[in-house]
C-alpha cells in the first residue's frame, strides 16, 4: 500500500478513518513499539542473598546502614502518551491547500490510533485563548474514539503559551510517560525550549514534532505582497524579491536551532512539511525514535526510580 498523499488523506471528512490509513501505511517494521514501557521501575529494597545480580546492590544502603541489600523492580510493560497540540492562528496556515492544522490532527490522530492499538494509554491537551482542553491518558477503543472526535471538533484561533501547556500536560501524568508536542513553534521559542528540558529532567520522554509548509521555507512569492499576521491580525506590504533571501535565512536559522537544541536537550525532533505523506513522515519518525531508544536499555540507578 502506497502511502496516500497529504491533500487525499486531508480531504476525508472521517478523521479516525484517515488515522486508521496512515497507520496501515506506516510499516513501522518488526514487531517492536516505538512506545516501549519502562522495563522496570523500582519496587523495594531486600537484603542482599548470595547469588544476587551485584549489580542491584545499593552502595548508598550499605554506606548508611552497613548492611548489603539488593533493590527489586517491578515490570511495567505499558506507556502513557500525551499528546500536545498547538491551535493557534499560525498553524491555519496556508489557506488554501493542506494546512499545518489539518495536518497535526492527521499526525495527532494517527499517533493516538497507533498507541492505543499498541495497548497503551493516550492523552491531549490543548489550549484555546486562556482555557486548557484536556483529556486524560487512558486506553480502549471508546476512549481513543472520543480522543479522535475532540480533535475533529477543534478550531485554531488566536495565540498560545506552549510552556504553559507543555508543563501542565506533564504535570498531569500520571507516572514516566511520553510528552508529544505538535506545532510551528514559532510562539516563544526560548522558554517553550526551556520548558522541555525541564519536562525530560523529570524523567519524561519528550518529543517535538515541527510542522512547516512548503510555502514557509520557500517563500514562493514575488513582487509587493501584503502579508497578515494571523496571530495579530498585524497587515504589511512587503517587496518580495528584496526580502527573500533575509526571510530564508531567518527561517533556516530558526528550524537549526530547533533542531539543534533539542538534540543539547534529548528531545526526540522530527521536522515535518505539509506535502509530505503522513503515513511516509509519521514512519520517518517512529523508525528513529524505535532506533534510538532501543538501541540500549540501561539499568537507572535507585535514586531515579524511587
Known amino acids: 500500500m502506497s502511502a496516500l498523499s497529504p491533500s487525499v488523506v486531508a480531504a476525508i471528512d472521517d478523521l479516525e478513518l484517515a488515522a486508521r490509513l496512515v497507520v496501515e501505511g506506516l510499516r513501522v517494521g518488526g514487531h517492536r513499539s516505538p512506545f516501549h514501557g519502562y522495563s522496570e521501575e523500582f519496587q523495594q ?4 542473598r548470595v547469588g544476587d545480580d551485584l549489580k542491584y546492590l545499593d552502595w548508598k544502603m550499605f554506606a548508611r546502614s552497613d548492611r548489603l541489600y539488593t533493590r527489586q523492580f517491578r515490570e511495567a510493560t505499558n506507556v502513557s502518551v500525551m499528546i500536545v497540540l498547538d491551535t493557534s492562528a499560525s498553524m491555519a496556515f496556508p489557506a488554501t491547500g493542506v494546512s499545518k492544522f489539518r495536518y497535526a490532527l492527521i499526525i495527532a490522530a494517527s499517533l493516538a490510533y497507533l498507541v492505543s492499538h499498541q495497548g497503551n494509554a493516550v492523552g491531549l491537551m490543548t489550549m484555546t485563548g486562556e482555557k486548557f482542553g484536556f483529556l486524560p491518558a487512558r486506553g480502549g477503543r471508546p476512549h481513543l474514539r472520543s480522543l479522535i472526535a475532540y480533535l475533529d471538533r477543534l478550531t485554531t484561533g488566536g495565540a498560545w503559551r506552549p510552556a504553559r501547556v507543555i508543563s501542565r500536560a506533564a504535570e498531569l501524568l500520571q507516572r514516566r510517560g511520553v510528552v508529544v508536542t505538535i506545532s510551528d513553534f514559532y510562539d516563544d521559542e526560548e522558554t517553550t525550549q526551556r520548558e522541555l528540558r525541564r519536562v525530560v529532567q523529570r524523567g519524561h520522554d519528550v518529543a517535538m514534532l515541527q510542522l512547516v509548509s512548503p510555502d514557509e521555507v520557500m517563500f514562493p512569492y514575488t513582487g509587493n505582497v501584503d502579508f497578515k499576521d494571523l496571530e495579530s491580525g498585524a497587515r504589511q506590504l512587503v517587496d518580495a524579491s528584496a526580502a527573500e533571501r533575509g526571510y530564508c535565512t531567518a527561517v ?14 534529548n528531545i526526540d525532533y522530527a521536522r515535518m512539511t505539509t506535502d509530505t505523506p503522513p503515513a511516509r513522515a509519521l514512519r520517518d519518525y517512529l523508525l528513529r525514535r524505535a532506533t534510538k531508544h532501543h538501541a540500549v536499555q540501561p539499568h537507572a540507578n535507585a535514586d531515579t526510580r524511587a
Open 252 to 265: 533556516a536559522g530558526f528550524l537549526e536551532r530547533c533542531r539543534s537544541q533539542a538534540h543539547r536537550d
Open 45 to 48: 529494597y531486600r537484603p542482599y
